[in-house]
């Protein structure tokens, strides 16, 4: 009912940047909030960066200072600043979806591979 798509991902020297895109699309009334998440393998998928639809944003201590997230209607985005070899690692975009149908509903996108070549 939901897709989102990310984009952005690649590779870039430490200290670069790199600016990820995560569009929803289907049968959307509104979205509550969205998020980047990411997760090392074997290990917990921890949260980036949230932001609701009423632009209140969160950040984990990690990236304060050097990921900023934004939202346009459907689309979020993630600027990364100041990446580290540490931010190489696969982000997830989350949306929490009030539907057409009026439930609300969970939505994650398929990843995309940051990597940091120091």
């Known amino acids: 009912q939901v897709q989102l798509v990310e984009s952005g991902g690649g590779l870039v020297q430490a200290g670069g940047s790199l600016r990820l895109s995560c569009a929803a699309s289907g049968s959307i009334l509104s979205i509550n909030a969205m998020g980047w998440y990411r997760q090392a393998p074997g290990k917990q998928r921890e949260l980036v960066a949230i932001i609701t639809s009423r632009g209140n944003t969160n950040y984990a201590d990690s990236v304060k200072g050097r990921f900023t997230i934004s939202r346009d209607k459907n689309t979020v985005y993630l600027q990364m600043n100041s990446l580290k070899p540490e931010d190489a690692i696969v982000y997830y975009c989350?949306?929490?979806?009030?539907?057409?149908?009026?439930?609300?509903?969970?939505?994650w996108g398929q990843g995309t591979q940051v990597t940091v070549s120091s």
């Open positions: 989350n949306a929490e979806v009030l539907l057409r149908t009026l439930r609300v509903e969970n939505y």
